[in-house]
């Protein structure tokens, strides 16, 4: 059994090395590029048809600054925001989004994915985006998930706990 389970070992080991199992993808270098996609949103009266999103990341002369630019193109129409991502901490994961109109939205790294949380006028919105690799192909899967500070319940005898109940979630598989 024991031989088995080296054998088994260095086969992974070897397999990893031959590039049969994908590195993890860097944050934000191995990010780098223009990437679309169509945003799938719940129906509501105002939107009349498809949105696509982009996401073009790029490097600065800041090597702690990245250009961060987000498009979303509606019928409706078309939407830039000029963003640049900081690199706050690398080594802690801890970054901001930095629009450039005097709000900075931290952000953190976790297991390959970005995440910020913020609100806004009453919403509370959750953002995760990640880089995916998967035979031979890359996307950045991004999620935004909405909950209304009026829809929120409160309960719990010992301690006050505030469920924050999702109201949207929208969705984009971005590639290259």
Known sequence: MRALHA????????????????????????????????LEMPPTAASKGPVVMELAIARTDDPDRYGWTIVYDAPEGRQVRAYELIARDRAAGRYA????????????????????????????????????????????????VTALDRD????????????LVPVSVQRASLRR
């Open 152 to 163: 929120t319940v409160t309960t719990g005898p010992n301690a006050e706990v505030r469920s």
């Open 7 to 38: 054998a088994i070992l260095v086969f992974a080991a070897s397999a990893a090395l031959a590039g049969c199992a994908p590195p993890r993808a860097r944050f934000p270098d191995d990010w780098i590029g223009s990437w679309r996609g169509e």
């Open 97 to 144: 989004t930095d629009e450039r109109n005097g709000i900075v939205l931290e952000a953190r790294e976790v297991g390959g994915a970005l995440y910020s949380w913020f609100a806004i006028a009453g919403s509370n919105i959750l953002v995760r985006e990640e880089l995916v690799r998967e035979a031979g192909a890359e996307r950045i899967e991004v999620e935004f």
